[in-house]
């Protein structure tokens, strides 16, 4: 049932229970809060500081107990379980830094901070931007030429020799890969980039570690407590009774969901790949490491976690083992305790599930802000169809959230694209789905007769017909075959590809990330295949290294092959960055699609106080038309200026959207 606490909070409890519940929960934290004062002397907390970690537990403490309770009541260490959590948060307020303590305060005040126009993101690994911390440090500059206030690193946490799925084989939660710097870097790049005015993102990993981790080691060595850390079994009764509903995510490289391991002659739950264990979450003493790791990686300077593979941290016999409402519980409780010890960070989930299921990790007890990988497989889509029809279909119903949280609007990302629409939408449509999303792989391996793409399979199952795309944004959208048959139009089409997926995640509302590399059109790098480590996963050739000298080609007096289309790209998304940065119309999420009667332009409003945009978009390589009084009546003026490039456009016509334009129209 749906309770609230003291404060008019929703919580979930158990049936005619809320009244117990409360009680309960007043009673232990009433004899809890006293084993909390050592924390205080050891640390020398002064007064205030206590106090604001207690007025925040009491505000966040009933529904912290309900799913706790809910979790892990039925435990014979329940209570020693909730007095170490409790420990751990007053532990990791103490240790807060001050300058973390002051964003946590401004933050408290300005909760919906991170969905300002100003919030441009750009994701990178580390040694293929800038090889190690140090050096990205110095490249500060060049995101804030760019225009960004959003960095993800990606992971960069010690991780296991040899493949170690691109980082996120965690072997230490406390360490940096000695590869790209030290933990000191890491805390000195954050200062850095907080005086920059640049929010920082990294990876939380708390589905599984390495094989080779401290808890995983002592499990291999035998010790029992442990091996409780994971889901370990000592032959295959209940592997198979498990897998019978379970999907496979690694088809290629490995069969199942369970691994033998040799020394200690038991199957181990290893969901991704045979070094990835699974934790056990079913167990409190996984909960309670994991939240100290947490409070660990937030006190270098993070600003926001990025929560990977949230669908399978909680398994059930019977069940897909995915999207469990205890998973929600899971991370819902992960939320409460940051916000009492750290309230200045957020959550960002990683779903790449159904729709359905993607929305509802969103939420201020939950994550605030969440890949799009919709929108991103529809963007895609419509480039292929050059229709808009199930973009539109899809964003008429799934693009409003929450208040107070945002998408994370991507195109491309270290991942392979999956084609994540729902099939009751592309049925709602006409569109048969399972025929359409063979098609956009073909399309996107260029095996389609008239394909612009120059993307690879990945993981594809010859057995169900399932595939995902690995590839560049510049490469998929048409840019590498452009340059392969030395096609001028082609390489006119392909940028303005690229520029109007840009300006579509730019403008729909939420916070735009970029892969980076996008900005200069970067191509498939193909040598991935020389590397034994890389060779077996086809994503890497959509992780290529940052070449600095192109920003030589910044200036117009240098000429280089390829520099043009380089130099073009980079200026004009720059200046949609600058642009967007400009407009408060794009702040937030709010976002009222258009009936353009054309199926192949997508038009939509953006507003916020009284401030107003709408923004048309042409999908085709053809000239397409849009009724200027539907201009006039959705954009609410009769004469409108394009925002990137000062074009002015009446409504007394109908309005001539160019092959590939994006408009951003304002009214004057």
Request: aromatic share 12%; net charge negative; glycine share 8%.
């Amino acid at each position: 049932m749906i309770g609230s606490n003291l404060n008019g909070t929703a919580t979930v409890g158990a049936p005619g229970a809320s009244r117990g519940i409360q009680f309960e929960s007043e009673l232990s934290l009433k004899r809890l809060l006293p084993r909390i004062e050592p924390v205080w002397q050891a640390a020398g907390t002064d007064a205030k500081v206590q106090h604001e970690f207690e007025t925040r537990l009491e505000e966040h403490w009933l529904p912290l107990f309900v799913l706790l309770r809910e979790l892990y009541g039925d435990r014979y260490d329940f209570f020693y379980h909730l007095e170490q959590i409790l420990l751990t948060a007053a532990q990791a307020w103490a240790n807060r830094p001050a300058a973390l303590r002051a964003v946590d305060h401004h933050r408290i005040n300005e909760p919906d901070w991170f969905m300002s126009e100003k919030m441009v993101g750009g994701a990178l690994y580390v040694d293929l931007f800038s090889d190690n911390l140090g050096q990205l440090r110095q490249h500060i500059g060049y995101f804030q030429s760019l225009g960004l206030t959003y960095l993800h690193l990606m992971p960069l946490f010690a991780v296991r020799p040899g493949d170690n799925d691109g980082g996120y084989a965690i072997s230490n939660y406390r360490s940096v890969d000695p590869r790209l710097g030290t933990l000191e870097d890491l805390k000195l790049l954050a200062d850095d980039l907080r005086e920059a005015g640049i929010t920082l993102v990294l990876d939380f990993v708390f589905n599984h570690t390495s094989d080779d981790h401290e808890w995983a080691q002592r499990a291999q060595a035998g010790d029992l407590e442990y091996q409780q850390f994971y889901y370990i079994f000592p032959d295959r009764e209940m592997p198979d009774q498990y897998e019978r509903t379970l999907r496979e995510i690694f088809p290629t490289v490995r069969r199942g969901n369970f691994t033998w391991h040799d020394g200690m002659q038991q199957w181990v739950w290893t969901t991704f790949n045979n070094f990835q264990w699974d934790l056990n979450y079913h167990n409190p003493a996984v909960f309670r490491a994991m939240l100290e790791e947490m409070f660990f990686i937030a006190d270098t300077g993070v600003d926001i976690l990025r929560l990977d593979a949230v669908a399978f941290i909680w398994k059930q016999m019977g069940t897909s083992c995915e999207n469990l409402p205890q998973a929600h519980l899971l991370i819902q409780a992960f939320n409460r305790l940051a916000r009492i010890a750290t309230p200045g960070l957020l959550f960002k989930s990683e779903a790449i599930v159904h729709p359905d299921e993607v929305v509802k990790y969103i939420g201020r007890d939950e994550c605030q802000i969440s890949y799009n990988p919709t929108l991103m497989a529809l963007l895609w889509e419509s480039l292929a169809t050059r229709e808009v029809k199930l973009l539109s279909q899809s964003l008429s119903h799934r693009h409003k959230l929450p208040t107070e949280t945002a998408w994370v609007n991507y195109l491309r990302c270290h991942d392979d694209i999956g084609w994540t629409f729902d099939d009751a939408d592309a049925a709602a449509i006409g569109i048969n789905a399972y025929n359409h999303r063979q098609f956009l792989n073909r399309f996107y391996t260029g095996q389609f007769e008239g394909s612009f793409a120059r993307g690879i399979p990945f993981q594809e199952n010859l057995a169900t017909g399932d595939m995902r795309i690995a590839g560049t944004m510049a490469s998929l959208a048409g840019l590498e075959l452009a340059i392969e048959e030395d096609d001028e139009t082609a390489k006119q089409e392909a940028i303005g590809r690229i520029l109007l997926l840009q300006g579509v995640t730019l403008s729909i509302g939420g916070i735009p990330l970029l892969y980076l590399g996008e900005e200069w059109g970067m191509l498939n790098d193909y040598d991935f295949v020389k590397d034994p480590a890389k060779a077996g996963d086809t994503r890497w050739v959509h992780r290529p290294k940052m070449k600095w000298e192109f920003l030589e080609e910044l200036d117009d007096s240098v000429t280089v092959e390829g520099g043009s289309i380089r130099r073009r790209l980079y200026r004009a998304l720059q200046n949609m960055i600058a642009v967007r940065s400009s407009l408060p119309a794009l702040a937030g999420q709010n976002m009222e699609l258009v009936n353009t009667g054309n199926p192949h332009v997508l038009s939509f409003v953006r507003h916020r106080d009284a401030h107003r945009l709408i923004v048309v978009a042409n999908f085709c390589e053809r000239p397409q038309s849009m009724s200027g009084n539907m201009l006039r009546t959705a954009g609410l003026g009769r004469f409108f200026e394009d925002a990137l490039s000062g074009q002015t456009y009446g409504t007394s016509q109908d309005l001539h959207i160019e092959p590939y334009q994006i408009l951003w129209l304002k009214r004057v």
